[in-house]
């Protein structure tokens, strides 16, 4: 159990739908990173955000938006989904240079 | 754009063998990190190298970062079913954004 918590597990919807994904940090870590991993891109780093302040930017689509909130806790919106964006969504967390894992959530847009 | 290229893609194995699992980059990297995900899970840390020519051992897996920091290499020796998983490897960089190759796949069959 790495600590970070995501909900929810699976999450099944439709094209043009839009979802929330929540991830809780570690205890104590200040900083929230949100990847993408799909079986042809592999895992790709979406979104940094520490402290409540977005920190850097990846391969992040403008239909997607995150925030971190006073408690730390991170969402991640996923608007007017495509079949594309099936994927498993990470979320990890870190207090320095190791980042530690949640369970993931996976998406699957029919 | 930072690349890392992972190989094999798959490895399938007996237990009791020895293997070798490589990620190369054409990029210099401040560090060098090497994971394991298990399906339905998040990725975990096994370790973190940073200087170049480094090599760490954990029990029977023995890693090496390149004098160059572009590449790495993961050996298992004497594998176990309990092996069995997918090795990504990440290269380190600002801010602590990491940059993961797609993985190598090992299945090790009793």
């Known amino acids: 159990d790495s600590g970070v918590t995501q909900t929810p597990k699976h999450l099944i919807t439709a094209t043009g739908q839009r979802v929330t994904l929540r991830c809780s940090p570690r205890s104590g870590d200040l900083s929230v990173y949100w990847y993408q991993q799909s079986l042809d891109q592999g895992l790709q780093f979406l979104i940094q955000?520490?402290?409540?302040?977005?920190?850097a930017k990846g391969n992040i689509l403008e239909r997607f938006s995150a925030q971190q909130f006073p408690d730390l806790h991170s969402e991640l919106n996923l608007s007017s989904l495509e079949l594309g964006d099936s994927a498993l969504y990470f979320c990890a967390s870190s207090g320095g240079d190791t980042q530690y894992f949640g369970p993931g959530t996976r998406l699957t847009v029919l | 754009t930072q690349l890392l290229e992972q190989s094999p893609q798959f490895l399938s194995i007996q237990e009791g063998e020895n293997l070798t699992v490589y990620c190369n980059s054409s990029s210099v990297f401040s560090s060098l990190q090497w994971y394991r995900q298990e399906p339905g899970e998040g990725p975990v840390l096994l370790v973190t190298?940073?200087?170049?020519?480094e090599v760490k051992k954990l029990k029977r897996l023995t890693f090496q970062f390149g004098d160059a920091r572009k590449d790495s290499s993961l050996h298992i020796t004497a594998a176990q079913p309990g092996d069995t998983g997918l090795y990504l490897c990440?290269?380190?960089?600002?801010?602590?954004?990491?940059?993961f190759g797609k993985g190598t796949l090992l299945t090790v069959n009793p």
């Open positions: 190298v940073v200087t170049g020519g």
């Open positions: 990440a290269g380190g960089g600002s801010n602590y954004k990491l940059t």
């Open positions: 955000y520490y402290n409540g302040e977005e920190r």
